[in-house]
């Protein structure tokens, strides 16, 4: 199984990664750091770093040239994400390709995939009809499911909130108990059309997820 490092000093931005990668048949490694990114990837050697450069202790620019320095990690691929206009210091660095933030995630899949033969598990998403709300630091959005699967939902909705912003979300299951609700975080993941609106997926580990699994298992069956 391959493996991939993420590094990011934001634990969101980890966890938005992670859920972009919540389908591929892969293993997850992280680190908040650069000194961190690189005692995993001489200890692990991964298939794949995708490295953010704006971090403390070491950016994303000097870990990368040291990973390039060194024997045992010179030859794995990295993928530099920033915000920063610093894509010519991230080549000079060694960087296989760069990202600007925010990304969404089929260009982060797409990418990744560059590099790595990811296969990703068939995902089971099932057409329902199903108010949600999405929450987030006294916001709230009241909006329309229009489908849903183990991993995430998709949204129709005028308003599209940036790629990468998490929400508590809730929401009925169609057929459940009356006034019974679904609870976790999600990630915005992705911008859509055809019905205009957005993608999210739930966190890794939502307490969402067991319960929208089952669900779609039997909604799939035509139970």
């Avoid at 293993?27 to 001489?42: F, M």
């Avoid at 995939?113 to 709300?133: D, G, M, S, W, Y």
């Amino acid at each position: 199984m391959h493996k991939i490092l993420l590094v990011d000093d934001m634990r969101s931005f980890l966890d938005l990664e992670a859920s972009f990668l919540s389908r591929a048949e892969c293993r997850l490694l992280t680190a908040s750091t650069g000194l961190e990114a690189i005692r995993v990837a001489r200890l692990e050697k991964p298939d794949l770093v995708v490295l953010d450069i704006e971090m403390p202790e070491m950016n994303g620019i000097q870990a990368c040239r040291i990973l390039r320095s060194d024997a045992v990690t010179a030859r794995i691929p990295v993928i530099v994400l920033t915000s920063m206009q610093l894509e010519d210091e991230a080549r000079r660095a060694g960087a296989s390709h760069f990202l600007r933030k925010p990304i969404d995630e089929p260009t982060f899949l797409a990418e990744v995939k560059r590099f790595l033969p990811v296969v990703e598990r068939a995902e089971t998403r099932v057409a329902v009809e199903a108010p949600v709300t999405l929450e987030r630091d006294g916001e709230t959005i009241e909006a329309r499911m229009v489908n849903l699967a183990p991993t995430g939902f998709y949204v129709a909705s005028a308003a599209l909130p940036p790629i990468g912003t998490r929400y508590d979300v809730s929401f009925p299951l169609p057929g459940g108990p009356e006034g019974r609700l679904v609870r976790g975080l999600a990630f915005v993941v992705r911008h859509g059309q055809d019905p205009a609106g957005f993608g999210c997926r739930f966190r890794q580990h939502s307490s969402a997820i067991p319960a929208v699994t089952e669900w779609v298992g039997r909604a799939a069956a035509g139970r």
